[in-house]
């Protein structure tokens, strides 16, 4: 998981195989967990905290997807950014195929990763590099 401004990255891999050992064949689905805590308060300190926040299949899932992993951006609202900054949020995700008469086969809970969401500057605009005799002087 990393920030980049306003929107948080989360990155997992997709399995290959199932529970019993053979490999994927049916759709996959992915549910991520979410939970948010403000400033100050601890984090989750138990993975029951998450709740369902997103389901990613299909068309969206393979638009996430990059080889065998799947980067989301989540990028906050400036409203929310405002709310939230200095606040933890955890992620969990959940993979799901269709089995018999299209039940639900779910996997387990992935690791849960926390990030406390942190003020970052805008990118400095204009930059220009000057050499000087022993250091590079850097000015935006």
């Keep these: 998981m990393a920030q980049r401004g306003r929107t948080l990255e989360l990155t997992f891999s997709l399995p290959e ?11 996959l689905e992915v549910e ?8 100050g308060q601890p984090g989750p300190a138990a993975a029951g905290a998450l709740g369902p926040w ?3 299949l299909g068309e969206e899932l393979a638009r996430v997807k990059q080889d065998a992993k799947v980067v ?5 609202s400036s409203d929310e950014f405002r709310q939230q900054r200095g606040g933890t949020f ?3 995700v959940r993979t799901l195929t269709r089995g018999f008469r299209r039940r639900a086969v779910e996997s387990d809970l992935s690791n849960v990763v926390q990030m ?3 003020d970052v500057p805008l990118p400095a ?7 000087e005799e ?5 000015s935006w």
């Design 17 to 27: 195989l199932a529970t019993d050992g053979e490999r994927l064949t049916k759709p």
């Design 32 to 39: 991520i967990l979410r939970v948010a805590f403000p400033a």
């Design 54 to 56: 997103k389901a990613l």
């Design 72 to 76: 989301f951006p989540l990028t906050l």
């Design 90 to 92: 955890a992620f969990g």
């Design 116 to 118: 406390i969401l942190v």
């Design 125 to 131: 605009a204009n930059l220009q590099v000057h050499t």
């Design 134 to 138: 022993h250091a590079l002087a850097l």
